[in-house]
């Protein structure tokens, strides 16, 4: 059974920044791409960042030149760096791999930005 376990949010300014962490177990991490996706209130949940298992990288425009995905394939745990926050960036952001697996989706982690 996949598992996805989700950290690292929290309350932090604007210009602030954050990592969060998605640990995973249950898959064969190694080959899989994985993406780090959020839903903010009201909207629908969209992928933000992604890794392949060759390291190639691909972000939504919003994010690009702040958010960097990183993955550890001896943790079996994919990393989302943001930086330069901003409160549009406020959601709950969601590990899963790339195409998610519905059945996947773990609790997610809250991010907000506010001062």
């Known amino acids: 059974q996949v598992q996805l376990v989700e950290s690292g949010g929290g309350l932090v300014q604007p210009g602030g920044s954050l990592r969060l962490s998605c640990a995973a177990s249950?898959?064969?991490?190694?080959?899989?791409?994985m993406g780090w996706y959020r839903q903010a209130p009201g909207k629908q949940r969209e992928l933000v960042a992604a890794?392949?298992?060759?390291?190639?990288?691909n972000y939504t425009d919003s994010v690009k030149g702040r958010f960097t995905i990183s993955r550890d394939n001896v943790k079996n745990t994919v990393y989302l760096q943001m930086n330069s926050l901003k409160p549009e960036d406020t959601a709950v952001y969601y590990c899963n791999t790339v195409p998610f697996r519905a059945s996947s989706w773990g609790q997610g982690t809250q991010v907000t930005v506010s001062s």
């Open positions: 249950g898959i064969i991490f190694s080959i899989k791409a």
């Open positions: 890794i392949t298992s060759g390291l190639n990288t």
